[in-house]
Nanobody, 120 residues
Framework: VQLQAFGGGLVQTGGFLRLSCAAS????????MAWYRQAPEKQRELVAF???????NYADSVKGRFTISRDNAKNTVYLQMNSLRLEDTAVYYC???????????????WGQGTQVTVSS
């Protein structure tokens, strides 16, 4: 299973970006899809996740500004980021819990990360 993330870039405060992450390869099913981020000299933190049964959750710092969504037919997860702030600057990573085949258990997979830089 491979994950490819797109959509990072440079944006001014108050602006918006949309990240996408597509999973490919041998995939039987995907449960949880999530976005994490890691700012310089900080630990990686969970931004938002979405489960296969429709549950979503967000870090307090992004509630009301970010929206996670998924297209199960395309094995793709999105993160719409609005009202961006300087503190949103980080490398954003997508993460999924997927089963490569019916014979295997769910495993975690990570994308390569995409840089989001918010400037004043």
């Amino acid at each position: 299973v491979q994950l490819q993330a797109f959509g990072g870039g440079l944006v001014q405060t108050g602006g918006f970006l949309r990240l996408s992450c597509a999973a490919s390869g041998s995939i039987f099913s995907i449960d949880r899809m999530a976005w994490y981020r890691q700012a310089p000299e900080k630990q990686r933190e969970l931004v938002a996740f979405s489960t296969s049964n429709g549950v979503t959750n967000y870090a307090d710092s992004v509630k009301g500004r970010f929206t996670i969504s998924r297209d199960n037919a395309k094995n793709t997860v999105y993160l719409q980021m609005n009202s961006l702030r300087l503190e949103d600057t980080a490398v954003y990573y997508c993460n999924i819990a997927a089963r490569p085949s019916i014979l295997e258990v769910f495993r975690d997979y990570w994308g390569q990360g995409t840089q989001v830089t918010v400037s004043s």
